[in-house]
């Protein structure tokens, strides 16, 4: 495919990383069932991610332990340190991109000293923070832009390798080298014409890549 020493993976966390979406399950758990309307919003393009985020937050009453508890509640893909650990050996760049409420994703990320640009949240205030959002892209509506790490690979001459499953994935797999895509992702690719290779578990993307 290409040499995996010259390659960018960028690991997609909810529904990916995660055996389900974190950040739904949240809202199922802890949010007021509004949220389904919001989410409905964000699914038919109504609204941006940030948009979609931001009133789904606030929908969550609940303290900080128990929001890290009811997270841990959903397990991770049993391939996922493998993969990493792979991927690393062979010189590859891996970072996680994800749309959601960020701590959870941190708190897998972390252990394992791996880059992740995620929403925050600022527990201190109750308020979710973008530090990766990017008002220079033409549509400026997500809450992590992953066009904009892509681009800054394929600027440095990399190959770039996009894993994903859901919405947020889209528009990055429009500029990504590879895609492996689930989910919804997977079925818009097909209608869209957007190149892809299916997986189910992330051994099935150590198995292609590695």
Not at 5 to 21: E, Y
Not at 185 to 197: I, S
Request: proline share 5%; net charge negative.
């Amino acid at each position: 495919m290409f040499e995996l020493a010259n390659a960018s993976v960028f690991l997609d966390f909810d529904g990916t990383i995660s055996t389900r979406d974190i950040g739904v399950h949240l809202l199922e758990r802890l949010g007021a069932p509004e949220w389904r309307v919001i989410s409905a919003q964000y699914a038919r393009g109504e609204i941006g991610s940030r948009e979609c985020s931001i009133a789904e937050w606030a929908l969550i009453r609940s303290d900080e332990a128990t929001l890290r508890a009811v997270a841990r509640e959903v397990p991770i893909d049993p391939g996922f340190e493998s993969l990493v650990a792979e991927l690393r050996a062979a010189d590859a760049e891996v970072t996680v991109v994800s749309d959601g409420f960020g701590f959870y994703v941190e708190s897998v990320c972390s252990p394992l000293d791996l880059p992740a640009l995620t929403n925050s949240v600022d527990f201190g205030t109750g308020e979710l923070v973008f530090p990766h959002e990017d008002r220079g892209c033409p549509c400026s509506t997500c809450g992590v832009c992953k066009q904009a790490p892509i681009k800054d690979a394929q600027h440095r001459g990399r190959d770039t390798v996009l894993v994903g499953d859901g919405i947020s994935d889209r528009k990055a797999a429009f500029l990504a080298d590879v895609v492996f895509a689930k989910g919804s992702l997977a079925t818009w690719c097909a209608a869209n014409g957007v190149p892809y290779v299916p997986f189910t578990t992330l051994d099935d993307v150590r198995y292609a890549l590695i």
